[in-house]
């Protein structure tokens, strides 16, 4: 593994998706790609352009974030930034104001009217140190995946593992607690290219190191979504599995049902979670 300013780079990867764009498709079976990286660098776009919104808006305290951020349940605030956690619904959030003479108001989360959650948390931050990490670590891990396995096997792939890490923290984070940020699917990224690297018999021994750090900052850091991580580390791994592993004969077919199947089981995920919150 070569190092890079964010991460690590697999030339044996880097090397057969270059020999390979010059067939019909690549490695596992994607359409080539005449522009090395456009979905990745369309993926940084759309983050960037909603952290642009965010910091235009208030910043911690703009309303975006209450309506892009994954909570669970719902949050209590008071429309700038002020929060109450122990607040658990609406008639309790009102309750609450009454009796410190606030105006409060309840934030719905994706259990109880706000599902796009599940989605838009993937590209919403706040920081600049959260999406500055996550867009370098993107712009260095996303091109080499997308050369090898296409822009539409990347994309799904970079969107599914994202939901994983968005299941992991719906099931197991505080239902009042907003968590943000594309680490579940950058996390996904790291788990694919590992068993993609390991497929082409190349040397992980520095990858693994890498995710070994970001594995200690990830359980050992504040403010850190572990449940996200770990959810968007276990979805890219099975979902690469499915892509480097799958038959050369009937390749596609055996993919997409690989696919559906971790799929459906997100969905399933967030349907039962959502009636426990109910």
């Known amino acids: 593994m070569h190092d890079a300013a964010v991460g690590f ?3 044996d990867c880097v090397h057969e998706g270059r020999r390979t764009t010059r067939q019909a498709r690549t490695t596992y079976g994607g359409l080539r790609s005449g522009s090395v990286g456009l979905v990745s660098k369309v993926l940084i776009g759309i983050n960037a352009a909603v952290w642009a919104l ?21 949050q209590c605030g008071d429309g700038s930034g002020g929060w109450f956690p122990g607040v658990s ?13 606030l105006e409060l108001h309840w934030y719905a989360g994706v259990a109880t009217g706000a599902p796009w959650q599940l989605v838009t948390s993937m590209f919403t931050h706040v920081q600049v140190f959260h999406i500055g990490f996550n867009m370098l670590a993107l712009w260095f891990l996303g091109p080499q ?20 890490g968005s ?38 021994s520095q ?20 449940q ?13 599995y499915v892509l480097a592993y799958a038959p050369r004969e009937r390749r596609t077919t ?5 696919f559906a199947g971790v799929a459906i089981l997100v969905v399933v995920a967030f349907v039962l979670r959502t009636a426990s919150l109910g």
């Open 54 to 74: 965010i910091m235009a808006t208030g910043a911690a305290s703009s309303v975006w974030v209450t309506r892009l951020a994954l909570i669970p349940r719902g």
């Open 207 to 226: 990858l693994l190191v890498w995710i070994g750090i970001n594995a200690a900052l990830t359980f050992f850091g504040s403010g850190i979504s572990w």
């Open 254 to 258: 055996y993919q997409a049902a690989g």
């Open 89 to 101: 619904d609406a008639a309790q959030c009102q309750l609450v104001g009454g009796i410190r003479n």
């Open 145 to 164: 995946l997308e050369l090898v396995l296409g822009r539409a096997r990347f994309l799904a792939l970079y969107l599914l593992s994202g939901l994983a």
């Open 228 to 240: 996200g991580h770990v959810g968007g580390f276990v979805g890219g791994v099975v979902l690469a």
């Open 167 to 204: 299941a992991a923290v719906y099931w197991l984070s505080d239902q009042n607690t907003p968590t943000l940020g594309a680490s579940g699917a950058i996390f996904g990224l790291m788990g694919a290219l590992l068993v993609i690297a390991h497929k082409q018999r190349a040397d992980v």
């Open 9 to 11: 780079q697999c030339p």
